[in-house]
Nanobody
């Protein structure tokens, strides 16, 4: 099993950047596809980005495409979310998640496919 801990959140002005990290415990990290999700106040949690086990395939929500980049370092058991050109609408709690399911990458945006979740990290973008 894998346990996940996010870090890197904080307060940033609109147009700024942040890089989130998600550190995984366990020796089977490379067996998992990873995703980032976010939940804004008063809204449902939504998909942000996902990456397959090798890092060779990624998929993004339309709202972040071209601004965010997901990557992973299996040697460090860590997945990253580089967030650029941040907007106030990006304010949310960001959570990483892991799944051992194997599906086409575009199908990995479904929350119920993920069975391991981190506690989340707050990202606040001021205008």
């Amino acid at each position: 099993q894998v346990q996940l801990v996010e870090s890197g959140g904080g307060l940033v002005q609109a147009g700024g950047s942040l890089r989130l990290s998600c550190a995984a415990s366990g020796r089977t990290f490379s067996n998992y596809a990873m995703g980032w999700f976010r939940q804004a106040p008063g809204k449902e949690r939504e998909f942000v980005a996902c990456i397959n086990w090798s890092g060779g395939s990624t998929y993004y929500a339309d709202s972040v495409k071209g601004r965010f980049a997901i990557s992973r370092d299996n040697a460090k058991n860590t997945v990253y979310l580089q967030m650029n050109s941040l907007e106030p609408e990006d304010t949310a709690v960001y959570s990483c998640a892991a799944t051992s399911k194997i599906k086409p990458i575009a199908a990995m945006k479904t929350q119920r496919d993920y069975d391991r979740w981190g506690q989340g990290t707050q990202v606040t973008v001021s205008s």
